[in-house]
């Protein structure tokens, strides 16, 4: 059965919407749809893009620059999130590519986006990436640790932060984990939560998230690692 991406986008807007609305009130706008095209065939993300889809998120830099790189032209209102662990070797190459960076998750790559952003004239808004769940195996900077690292960002580095991320444990209830890290978002004054995929989305919305990151709610699955 063919996937039609127009119909679940149209769907998967309604949902957010209608989660908004129960959460904020009519006069909110509504969260963001950031649309994760990690390793999906090109005829769905041009489907996406027909329908009118502009803000898309890549958690690998390389991948992204394939699918992307060309069809910046092309579409000039185009919004790309880097939404995974990143090698400070490549903050050049994502400074250069992205719009927003949701993972600064550690002072060393703290340090070297901030370099970056100042050798490329380029200010992007970033993410703190919070690993909730203290999960050994994540990335993101542990709970006990974000006020002093959001202080670190904004200080020493001039990082423009606008809000939190976080993935949490797949094996545990995650209204816990964003309610926490809407928490550690509302005592260090920072306006955006980037929280909920596709399998939760609607419930991190209920929990003030002004973002989310759908993959296979619009896409369908995706293609194995490495093909
Ligand atoms: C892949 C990915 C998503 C999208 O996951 P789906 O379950 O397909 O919606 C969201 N956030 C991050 C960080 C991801 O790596």
Redesign the pocket.
């Known amino acids: 059965m063919a996937i039609s991406i127009q119909e679940n986008l149209t769907i998967v807007h309604a949902s957010i919407e209608a989660a908004s609305g129960a959460a904020l009130g009519d006069d909110n706008t509504a969260p963001t749809l950031?649309a994760?095209s990690?390793?999906q065939p090109d005829d769905r993300i041009e489907a996406s893009l027909a329908a009118g889809q502009r803000v898309f998120?890549e958690?690998r830099v390389q991948e992204a620059t394939e699918r992307w790189g060309h069809r910046r032209a092309q579409y000039d209102d185009l919004i790309l999130h880097l939404?995974?662990p990143l090698q400070t070797n490549k903050a050049g190459e994502a400074v250069a590519l992205f719009d927003v960076i949701?993972?600064v998750d550690r002072p060393k790559l703290a340090k070297m986006l901030a370099a970056e952003m100042e050798k490329q004239g380029r200010r992007l808004p970033c993410y703190i990436q919070v690993n909730t769940g203290a999960e050994p195996q994540k990335a993101g900077i542990l709970p006990a640790d974000v006020d002093g690292f959001v202080a670190m960002c904004r200080d020493d580095y001039q990082l423009d932060i606008i809000g939190l991320?976080c993935?949490p444990p797949v094996d545990e209830e995650p209204a816990m984990h964003f309610a926490l890290l809407r928490e550690m978002a509302r005592r260090n004054n920072l306006e955006k939560l980037?929280m909920?995929?596709?399998?939760d989305?609607e419930e991190a919305i209920a929990f003030g998230a002004t973002s989310v990151?759908?993959?296979?709610?619009?896409?369908g699955a995706?293609n194995e690692p490495g093909k």
Not at 196 to 199: D, I, N, Q, T, V
Not at 213 to 219: Q, T
């Open positions: 950031v994760v990690k390793r998120g958690n939404i995974g949701e993972v991320m993935i980037s909920g995929m596709s399998g989305y990151r759908v993959g296979s709610a619009i896409f995706r």
